[in-house]
């Protein structure tokens, strides 16, 4: 019986939890000359949308924004990636927030770089949570990179495969 509870109580707070989803509302790509020798500033403006039933609580995005090639790049966010400025301390159930992300850094070849003819910008995020009954929660690892597409930069998400084990 007591085990008949516990399964019930899970079930109801997956039902009742809160989700949150990020959904990009702007970026910014632009040159800078700055003392420390960074010349390439990047901003990406997002929506935080809590679809889920009860409000989140303590919202922060562990992120890394890096420049890219074709290849592949490792994935540490806990180890090298940034952590959000801000922090939003509450999203109601179907309201959203924005999040500013941003970073500068040294870039050799910063024409191809905005055009986005060789070089691309790459970003990453997880972003973590309070739900409504204590439980630290997080979204999955999103990661994609900004291309030219009608001429305008656009987010393409990398194509994550589901491996059973």
Known sequence: MWQTLSVTRKIGEAQARAYIHAEIAGI??????????????????MNLINSGATPAHSIVILYDIQ???RGIFPINLLNDGQRSTETLNFIPSGESNPMRLSRVWHSENTEALIV???????????????????SDRETSLTSGTFHKFEGHLAFFPDKLAYVEG
């Not at 910014?28 to 403006?45: A, M, P, R, T």
């Not at 986005?116 to 204590?134: H, M, N, P, Q, S």
């Open 116 to 134: 986005g003819k060789d070089r691309y910008v790459r970003l990453t995020y997880v972003i973590k949570f309070v739900d409504e009954f204590g």
């Open 67 to 69: 420049e890219a090639d």
């Open 28 to 45: 910014e790509l632009s040159q800078v000359e700055n003392k420390d020798g960074s010349n390439v500033k990047f901003i990406v403006q």
